[in-house]
């Protein structure tokens, strides 16, 4: 009997032994991780007041040239596309109902089947789009912005949902695939100069929404347009009269302003720059787009957890205080499900806080994590190192 208990012991204690160890090589190995992310967000940091001067020259240049008509809709004025649009286009998830897309999938597949060495022009005639119609994309002429959260589903799922962080977005990647069908269809018709316009207003609609990949995709539009219009001008150079290209050095101006306001909102910058963009009104390119940026990150980083303990990348009563203002300032800036989201979580809503908790995890890290300080201070430190993987804010080092 004694040997018995002596052996349960001595399996106890290494078992205990094992598990410290195991836990001390765990630790060791994510705070390595720490380490190296921190030195990346210092890093970022440097850069966003290096270019901060760059910023907001790139941005003033694009507004006196009411880049994209985006001077059009703003302060929420003009005509919303939503209504129009959003139950034209597919949503990802996909809706539980049925629905009817204004491009059939079968086009959509013939398109993807194509392949081509050089230039997606190599292939237009390859598909035959004789019988799509392409006559509702005059509709869109009507619309100053689009804002697709305005969809019955979106705010159907919200309601089903109430606690969730993702939420549905439009199917980007079918927008792609209408833009280059109607480029294709105005050339085999012999009516390119209507699909110049048609995909210049459609550029515009996705470019006027508060969202870092509908700029981008829209901005990509843009880049494509030339390459198209170089393509079929060979054959009729009428399609140039009275049509301006965008310039590829303005193109560029954006996708440096959109990725800086997703790098500052990202990197947890200290307030001078928040403070410059928001409180001295330097900001004037979208600056919904910008508040909305902002509140997104906060409301993730909230929704893990982030305790005093975790020092710099905590959000205190400064924070806090700071962007309910920015947000009480700015009424016309439609913040949805992300404004109430925001105020619930600054109730600390004991309730709501386990509810996220328990519904989602961040890269596959289950939430019980997120428990243990430095696993939830590498799992931020993870989620912002987006900015670095993808050089966000480099990008003006190129230019």
Same mark, same amino acid.
């Given at each position: ?21 195991? #836990? ?38 694009? =507004? ?37 897309? =204004? ?59 109430? *606690? ?27 009516? *390119? ?70 790098? =500052? ?56 205080? *700071?962007?309910?203002? =920015? ?46 300080? *430095?696993?939830?201070?590498?799992? #931020?430190?993870?989620?912002?190192? #987006? ?13």
């Amino acid at each position: 009997m004694y040997k018995i208990k002596k052996t349960n012991n001595i399996i106890l204690i290494s078992l205990l032994l094992l598990t410290t160890f195991g #836990f001390l090589i765990i630790s060791y190995y994510y705070k390595e991780k720490i380490n190296k992310y921190n030195d990346s967000i210092i890093k970022n940091k440097k850069l966003a007041y290096k270019y901060f001067p760059r910023f907001i020259k790139d941005q003033n240049i694009l =507004v006196n040239l009411n880049f994209l008509n985006m001077t059009s809709y703003k302060d929420g004025k003009g005509k919303d596309a939503a209504d129009f649009l959003n139950d034209k286009i597919s949503w990802e998830p996909k809706r539980p109902f049925k629905y009817k897309t =204004v491009v059939p999938k079968k086009y959509i597949e013939q398109l993807n089947k194509l392949k081509f060495k050089n230039s997606f022009t190599e292939v237009t005639d390859k598909i035959d789009l004789s019988t799509l119609n392409f006559d509702w994309m005059t509709s869109l002429h009507k619309f100053s912005y689009w804002n697709p959260e305005k969809s019955k589903y979106f705010r159907s799922f919200l309601k089903k949902n109430p *606690f969730t962080i993702s939420v549905p977005s439009i199917n980007f990647s079918e927008l792609l695939d209408i833009y280059r069908l109607r480029y294709i269809k105005g050339a085999q018709d012999g009516k *390119f100069k209507q699909a110049l316009i048609d995909n210049r207003k459609l550029a515009e609609l996705i470019f006027s929404q508060d969202s870092t990949i509908a700029k981008l995709i829209a901005l990509s539009i843009i880049r494509t347009e030339k390459e198209f219009l170089k393509h079929y001008a060979k054959s009729d150079k009428s399609i140039l009269s009275n049509w301006k290209p965008i310039k590829e050095l303005n193109i560029k101006r954006a996708e440096r302003v959109v990725n800086y306001l997703l790098a =500052v909102s990202m990197s947890r910058h200290d307030s001078l720059i928040t403070t410059e963009l928001f409180k001295n009104n330097k900001l004037k390119f979208f600056p919904c787009f910008a508040i909305k940026n902002n509140i997104s990150e906060l409301v993730r980083l909230m929704s893990i957890g982030l305790k005093k303990s975790d020092d710099f990348i905590y959000i205190d009563g400064k924070n806090i205080v *700071f962007y309910n203002k =920015v947000i009480n300032s700015n009424p016309k800036c439609e913040l949805g499900h992300l404004k109430t989201r925001w105020f619930q979580l600054q109730k600390y809503d004991k309730t709501y806080a386990k509810i996220i908790s328990n519904n989602h995890t961040i890269f596959n890290i289950p939430s019980i994590y997120l428990k243990i300080p *430095f696993l939830r201070k590498y799992i #931020f430190l993870k989620m912002i190192s #987006f900015i670095s993987k993808h050089r966000l804010l480099e990008i003006y080092e190129e230019s």
